[in-house]
């Protein structure tokens, strides 16, 4: 199962809305919906921004959206902000009992 | 407070064997599926395998890279999940992380995750 592909990096001034995609193939991402998204700071674990495609957990702010058409999968931070300076994963459950992650993005607000 | 901590991580000497636990609270421990995820330094995550629920059969499923040398199991009586590692690699050097689904079943993970523990396989 190799990962899904995001791009290497993105880059926003704060206020604008930067967009990050994870592109697979329709067996990655099973026919499902279960596709999420995490931040993840240097040196720490993880962080679920959002769940089931387009769902934020509870506390995660609303400038976080997701979306999926067809093979890709996408998230949206709305009014970047300097803390969104991050890396970024999708997930996906691909089927057949496997999951596939994304191979990351790192948010750079200028 | 929901946790997840993990341990158990340390220095192996290839073909050795480790185990980790997770220790889980402050959420239905029981009813959920969990997973490991690893990060080898600098690099992505990737999903290692996950265990179900007990009524989800405590099914198991691994990554193609861990098949037939880890295991995943839990003791939902203490809210532990482990992961036996055999056969240990120099590619297996990673922070590993266990992590917990929405579900008992298959459907979307990382609800919960924890601080992570350093496996170091040396060459």
């Known amino acids: 199962q190799s990962a899904l592909t995001q791009p290497r990096s993105v880059s926003g001034s704060p206020g604008q809305s930067v967009t990050i995609s994870c592109t697979g193939t329709s067996s990655d991402f099973g026919g499902y919906d279960y596709v999420s998204w995490y931040q993840q700071y240097p040196g720490k674990a993880p962080k679920l921004i959002i769940y089931?495609?387009?769902k934020r957990p509870s506390g995660v702010p609303d400038h976080f959206s997701g979306s999926k058409f067809g093979n890709t999968a996408s998230l949206t931070i709305s009014g970047l902000q300097a803390e969104d300076e991050a890396d970024y994963y999708c997930s996906s459950y691909a089927g057949s009992y496997t999951y596939v992650f994304g191979t990351g993005t790192m948010v750079t607000v200028l | 407070e929901v946790q997840l901590v993990e341990s158990g991580g340390g220095l192996v000497q290839p073909g050795g064997s480790l185990k980790l636990s997770c220790a889980a609270s402050g959420f239905t421990f029981s009813g959920s599926a969990m997973h490991w995820v690893r990060q080898a330094s600098g690099k992505g995550l990737e999903w290692v395998g996950r265990i179900r629920s007990k009524t989800n059969s405590y099914g198991t499923a691994y990554a193609a890279s861990v098949k037939g040398r880890f295991t995943i199991s839990r003791d939902d009586s203490k809210n532990t999940a482990y992961l036996q590692m055999n056969s240990l690699q120099t590619e297996d050097t990673a922070v590993y992380y266990c992590?917990?689904?929405?579900?008992?079943?298959?459907?979307?993970?990382?609800?919960?995750w924890g601080q992570g523990t350093l496996v170091t396989v040396p060459s």
């Open positions: 992590t917990s689904a929405y579900c008992g079943g298959d459907c979307s993970l990382g609800r919960y």
């Open positions: 089931d495609v387009n």
